[in-house]
């Protein structure tokens, strides 16, 4: 087009519009090709020979049976393998197991055949001989004098625990107490608080076992090349720490890992880790030397998945009868399982919460994290805050009806304004907090329906309803918990205009593909179909840390945004060159570049392009930019300003319950989320809709069954999920607060929508029937054996520490 038939441009924005992810259409098409659907030359299908015993010696493993079936190329056991190491964030996890079991989910042999039909029935030719030792079934148990150990320390020949020396097969010394690790925070004076308090309340709450449940299974195809180089498909959210897990582990430069994802079907936390399946894949395609894939069953991902991590909480609120709180005084008692995996540092988030949600002059907070031979715990959206949230708001509604007060005047007066520092260090530089509280407390009705349920409490027939009222805190820019947070791109314009952006970002559903397509567009005046994203092998993207504490539009966002105005800066300055004219004056908008103040048309874009691409000096528009966060390492004592910003949220959940059955119907929630800014309307409408459903099925429903070791409900016929006809009305707002650091002001928003809802709806409960529950979930039977005064509380002088 010629520019003079272009008339004057106008300035447009995408920033805050409703757009399509872009991976939308071949997803609703049926053309994702996702793990299970990939197909390499030559490749073998894998099945994991799993414990039939929770604790248990290995006396002896006969796999000749298995080895003799026609079809099967490999059988592997930890006899095999005599260069594994420990695995997992303590490294106390063997992938394959030789002497000991300590779980149902125990990784006892492997096999890699021409089939998975063969696999399987290979499988069933192992022969395993047990002798069984005694089970730890809670971490009550666990902590006992004279309590089974899990882990032992490894003994010498003399009987004496040997001395065990790095990198070698057995690297784990093993935990004489059970322990598997402890958290300590204090700031103020929790005793002076407590004694200048007038109101003090004291409560166990009971958070239990749910699992991420995603659509796509876990799944990995290892494969070695003729030089011994790794490639892997794998579904991992955190590909450049597996390349750096996986070289050390096999002893070779990180520069012969290579890691594609192909599209993944969900993670919510449970692919951060290193798992023993991914490691015995690439023991399978080593022996092989052939590529190997294992994709697990739908069964297999409810038994051997990470799970949100279960805690046994006991919290010791006060306040003045002004409504100033004093103090928190906690202690937790988590289970971790067999093996230590993300979900044993959830305290790290925990205590922010506890330290940090309101105004709380004192806090106290010690975790004792325990070994038991239940499920190992992994990381799971919103770690660890669901649970501490759950406790907290039940506190703030106790305190506020003990002083007479308004629950939501109550929040008010404690909720923290932008420019606040905490006890713990964190920096709120931006915060919409009482913003939250009081839109979504405005849209629900709250205050009026709240007097009105508890007027018609006593009223005569089985259905109640009620109101309640909750908030969250969370980081919204990453936390600096490895050497960097920071993110990488790559970005580069064609002869066409078109840009193709390579991130070191994940995207694994939350739809970081759209969102940093939008912020490049919003740079270099483009439509968003003109960016190409490419964000998934190792061997071409830049570093980055990976999906994980709600930093991806956060930390990649003000990445790509750096690459797009460095490449901004050069196509000005060429046409201004061109054209002679001052660079300061121009802009890009509609594809062409144009004149700031008027909108008149320079020149096209890509003809632009074209003319730098093919001069004489050729010249190509292709920028690369890092960011780093401005937030830092917390200090031995956990303080320290660990995100470059903080999300919050207010919900309001509205339930009706029927008192003879103790069914719980969550009927609306109106939600105030404090997001920076919108960038993607559509886009975070589906994370806070998806987020409201996760926290209503930990609310309500979901509930892995953990019986002496056993997983009792392994399939979704037996594991509640909320389903479609049940999910409520929502009212969803935000607040944009225009964080200074974030990308066009927006902050990180994923986990959040899950955060608070168990614990309105708990709330909510009290408000219409005047009974506290302090365990989850609501399941009818819960809900009815409360009413009825019959739901046994923990005993927190069992186990509550000096």
């Known amino acids: ?27 609703a098409a049926g053309k994702t090709r996702y793990i299970q659907d990939m197909v390499v030359p030559g490749m073998l299908h894998a099945k994991i020979l799993r414990s ?58 492997a096999v890699a055949a021409d089939s998975e039909e063969i696999a399987e029935a290979a499988l069933k030719l192992i022969k395993v001989e047990y002798e069984d030792l005694p089970i730890v079934a809670g971490p009550e148990d666990a902590i006992k004098p004279g309590a089974p150990l899990i882990h032992p320390a490894p003994l010498g020949a003399d009987g004496q625990p040997k001395a065990v020396a790095p990198k070698t097969p057995i690297a784990f010394a093993g935990k004489p107490d059970n322990v598997a690790m402890r958290f300590d925070y204090t700031h103020g004076d929790v005793a002076q608080a407590e004694a200048e308090s007038d109101v003090v309340f004291e409560d166990t709450f009971q958070l239990h076992y749910v699992t991420h449940c995603c659509m796509g ?5 290892a494969e070695f090349d003729a030089s011994g180089n790794l490639l892997m498909h794998s579904n991992t959210q955190v590909p450049f720490l597996h390349k750096r897990e996986f ?101 790290f988030v925990m205590m922010q919460t506890f330290s940090s949600l309101y105004r709380v002059p004192a806090c106290d907070y010690h975790t004792t994290v325990v070994y038991t ?39 008010m007066k404690n909720a923290q304004d932008a420019g606040e520092e905490t006890g713990q260090g964190m920096k709120f ?25 508890l007027a018609r409490r006593n009223a005569p027939g089985p259905i109640k309803r009620g109101i309640g009222i909750a908030s969250m805190l969370h980081v919204g820019g990453g936390a600096k918990i490895y050497p960097s947070d920071g993110c990488g791109t790559i970005l580069k314009l064609d002869d066409f205009a078109n840009v193709t952006l390579i991130t070191g970002a994940s995207e694994i559903g939350q739809g970081s593909e759209t969102v940093l397509s939008q912020l490049v567009c919003e740079e270099l005046g483009l439509p968003i179909s ?22 991806t539009t956060f930390i990649a966002g003000n990445s790509a945004i750096g ?54 000096k050729a010249e190509l528009v292709m920028t690369t930019f890092y960011y780093e966060p401005p937030s830092v390492h917390q200090d031995k004592g956990f303080k320290g300003d660990v995100s470059a910003a903080y999300a919050w949220a207010t919900q309001v959940v509205e339930v009706e319950i029927d008192t003879d059955t103790g069914i719980v119907k969550m009927t609306k929630v109106t939600g105030a989320h404090d997001v920076g800014r919108v960038l993607n309307r559509l886009g975070i409408e589906g994370q806070i809709e998806g987020g409201v459903v996760m926290g209503q099925g930990y609310a309500l429903t979901e509930n892995l069954i953990v019986e002496n070791g056993v997983t009792r409900n392994p399939n979704f016929r037996d594991y509640k999920m909320v389903t479609a006809p049940e999910i409520p009305e929502m009212d969803i707002s935000f607040v944009e607060s225009m964080d200074g650091e974030g990308p066009q002001g927006a902050k990180g928003v994923g986990e959040a929508p899950s955060i608070c809802i168990a614990a309105a709806a708990a709330n909510a409960i009290y408000n219409a029937t005047g009974v506290r529950i302090f365990a989850l979930p609501f399941t009818p039977e819960a809900v009815y054996r409360a009413l009825r005064g019959k739901t046994e509380k923990p005993n927190w002088k069992a186990w509550k520490p000096t």
């Open 563 to 616: 690459a797009a105005r460095k490449a901004k800066a050069k196509i000005l300055a060429a046409a201004a060159k061109n054209h002679d004219c001052d660079e300061s004056t121009l802009d890009l908008r509609g594809g062409f570049v144009v004149i700031a103040e008027t909108g008149e048309p320079v020149v096209e874009l890509a003809r632009l392009m074209r003319n730098l691409h093919f001069s004489d």
């Open 52 to 109: 039939s015993r929770v604790h248990a010696k290995i006396l002896s493993i006969d796999t000749s049976a298995a080895k003799a079936l026609p079809g099967v190329q490999v059988v592997l056991t930890a006899a095999d393998v005599p260069d594994q190491q420990p695995i997992g964030v303590a490294r106390d996890h063997l992938p394959l197991k030789g002497e000991r079991v300590r779980s149902l989910r125990d990784e006892i042999a």
């Open 217 to 221: 299974v876990s799944g990995v195809i």
């Open 530 to 551: 003109a960016v190409t994203v490419v964000n998934n092998d190792t061997a071409i993207t830049p570093w980055d840390v990976g999906v994980h504490a709600s930093r």
């Open 373 to 411: 031979n239940n499920p190992y715990a992994g990381s799971f959206r919103g770690y660890g805050n669901l649970q501490a949230t759950f406790a907290i708001e039940q506190h703030m509604d106790m305190m506020a009806d003990a002083i007479g007060m308004d629950p939501l005047e109550f929040r």
């Open 247 to 347: 070289a050390e582990y096999l002893n070779i430069d990180p520069s012969r890992v290579r890691i594609i994802q192909p599209p993944i079907g969900g993670g919510f936390g449970s692919k951060l880790d290193i798992y023993p399946f991914e490691v015995i894949c690439i023991f399978l395609a080593r022996a092989a030397k052939r590529p190997v894939k294992m994709v697990f069953t739908r069964e297999e991902e409810f038994l051997a998945s990470p799970t949100r991590q279960p805690v046994l909480l006991t919290l010791r609120s006060g306040c003045r009868k002004d409504g100033t709180l004093t103090f928190r005084h906690v202690h937790t008692l988590h289970d971790n399982g067999a093996y230590t995996s993300w979900g044993a540092t959830t305290p």
């Open 1 to 27: 087009m010629n520019v003079a038939e272009k008339p004057v441009i106008a300035a447009e924005t995408l920033i805050g519009q409703r757009i399509q992810k872009k991976d939308a259409p071949e997803k």
């Open 429 to 453: 530089k931006s915060c919409g907090f009482k913003e939250c509280l009081t839109i979504a407390a405005e849209r629900s009705d709250y205050q009026a329906k709240h007097r009105e349920n």
